[in-house]
Nanobody, 117 residues
Framework: VQLQASGGGLAQAGGSLRLSCDVS????????VGWFRQAPGKEREFVVL??????????EYSPSVEGRFTISWDAIERTVDLQMNSLKPEDTAVYYC?????????WGQGTQVTVSS
């Protein structure tokens, strides 16, 4: 199983970026997908997750990003996207996607997001 994250880069405060995570390999019955992030010198922190239902009710957001970030999961294409709007300098971090299969979690390699003030 491999997760390939892309879409990171440099944005100005107030701007937008869209991250994408492509899931490949033999994995079925994914029950959760989502994103964490890790800023320099800090612990990795939760950003968002979506359960297999995929509706808004199945999503959980960190209070720090709620209302600005939106997750979407395409189970057919097997991509997990993160639309990030109204970016802030404190959103600067390496973003990691993950998928859960039962009790096992698979991680992507991370993509850098830098927001300038």
């Amino acid at each position: 199983v491999q997760l390939q994250a892309s879409g990171g880069g440099l944005a100005q405060a107030g701007g937008s970026l869209r991250l994408s995570c492509d899931v490949s390999g033999r994995i079925f019955s994914i029950n959760r997908v989502g994103w964490f992030r890790q800023a320099p010198g800090k612990e990795r922190e939760f950003v968002v997750l979506s359960r297999s239902g995929g509706s808004v009710r199945d999503q959980e957001y960190s209070p720090s990003v709620e209302g600005r970030f939106t997750i979407s999961w395409d189970a057919i294409e097997r991509t997990v996207d993160l639309q990030m709007n109204s970016l802030k300098p404190e959103d600067t971090a390496v973003y990691y996607c993950f998928v859960d299969h039962g009790s096992r979690r698979y991680w992507g390699q991370g993509t850098q997001v830098t927001v300038s003030s």
